[in-house]
């Protein structure tokens, strides 16, 4: 049982809440924090124009959040931001959390007296947003363990923080799913109400001193609601200040709060004690009825009726009334009494722990964490591996054991072309659409400061390697013998490393794609836009001789003239094929194979060269993507 007091001359501010069965979260220092707001004003521009053109369209400032003063919610209490849609509740809880960089704030936040700045609320609180996203293949307990072994501090052995995940995984109630699958992106795993919990737990692992979290209940029946609500409850009494926006709770929800604070159109309607609220609104003449939910009450009575001016004017009247009755009432008056106590004699400091683990560690476990999440993803395995194995097989059967007379040696050259584009081709679409959704959970870890981009970067790429590499040498396993190509070991080996550079190059343009817009469909229009324009500009359709002169820089661009032409050396180079006609003829030309190398006009067809290039290639796209993960920010969604 735990008894939290923390009395006003109201005799309002106070909780004595009974709540059993909980552990003792004991990692770091504990620190919690009062969270206070002092002269709050939240602007945004707001085009004027319905379709804004950059820089012309004139621009409205929109004051989202107007005057909020006298708010302090102290540490270990559990707070509730209501309001209707539209109210401010989101852009309030990412105010103080230090997620409004679009916006214009004036005012303060104090962390126990302290202003912070958006970077520091940003370090120093948790922030549990609307939706969840984590790994769809990794287990409960395996997403904390990684969370917890990139978060809590480096100070703390392997052991201690596995210690730590434990205690929490008990203390969320998770230890009846912790070793099922996350699932999620259309695959079956834990509840709704269970994901929730998990993320709230990655937010816990960095030890927060505030924990956010935007509609924590959104999606959730009533009685799963409850008991995420109760679990925060739990956690706040051990120390945490939590606060959360939450749309039209349960009656027995509600009265879990310690603190209300209701909002509309940007102005405080109520902010105290929720015991205290409804009280308040009877002495203001809104008595609410026995058989009510306050909750929806209190909403009903702070929204505006658009229905009719009549009633537009009547309820804008109304709320008008209530914010300056709050404005003039008691509570208000405890509230400006609370928030001008001094902390000069407070030996609680606002302090950001600093959480160093080390570099190559999280490279590592950002790289384990990929491989499992990658080989676990089943659909994806198979898909590719199948996808590779038929095209191989599609490939294989149509230019099927290709002749040594010049229709076959026409068709080796066609296969070349096929091959460099079509299996590079589906393996892109295939990247974008894996990236374009773990970088959500990229976007959101790096934002909460997890880890850095390198080790990141570093392990994305390493971990998507070993698919390139087999998924190559299966399709030129395949394909190369069904086609009948140059009969040796070491020409096949070129093939496959051709296939295989081939293949990462378009690999990491999809990355890169990803990493600049994150979104599946714009990100595949790009790289397709780049695709085609490569692919035909490889030499094969169109010589590249014939181009305009504005145009032949584009001959050495095509990064898959450098496979197709390196795929033709390697077949051609050194070869000769039987020639029907009188040795020394001049159609023996034809069946030569340098000859046939030297019609076929490409730019460059050194096996060396070509391999080099599409390696450096492959750099310069991965070095773009490096530099698009860490310098375009995405706010995460
Ligand atoms: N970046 C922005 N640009 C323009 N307007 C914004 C921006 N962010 C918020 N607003 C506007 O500010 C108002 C408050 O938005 P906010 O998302 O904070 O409301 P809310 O109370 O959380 O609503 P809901 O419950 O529907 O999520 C809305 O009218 C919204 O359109």
Redesign the pocket.
Known sequence: MIENDSDNDLGGHSTSIKHHNHVNLSWGKAMSFDVEIKDLNVN?K?PQWKIPVPFITPMNE?N?LKDLSNIKVPAGSFCAIL?T????????LNTLAGRCE??DISGQILFNGHAVTPIEAKKSVGYVMQSDHLLPNLTVRETLRYSGMLRLPGTLSKERKLEIVEELIGELALRDCADRLVGGHGKRGISGGEMRRVSIGVQMLSNPGVLFLDEPTSGLDSFTAHNLIQTLLSLSRQNKTIIC?I?QPRADIFQLFDYVLL?SKGNVVYFGPTRAIVDHFASLGHECPFDVNPSDFFLDLITINYQTDKLENESKARLGDLITGFQTSPIYQANVTESTQSYQNDTRKFEIEIRNTNYWLQTWLLYHRSMVNMVRDKSVVTARLVETVLIALICGGIFYKLGEDQSGIKSRVSAFYVVVILQPYLIIIANILQYSEELLVYDREYYDGMYMTFPYWLATKAASLPFEVITAFIFSSIFYWMADLRQSAGHFFIFFVFMMLAQYCSASLGFMSASILRSFAASSLMANLLMTFWAITTGFIINPATFPIYMTWVGYTSLYQYSYGGLAANEFKGNSYPCPYPPGTPECSLFNGNDILDRLELKVNNIGVNGAVLVAISTIFNLLSLLALRFITHKPK
């Open positions: 945004v707001v929109l989202i309001g849609s539209g109210s401010g509740k989101t852009t309030l679009e916006m926006t749309h909002l």
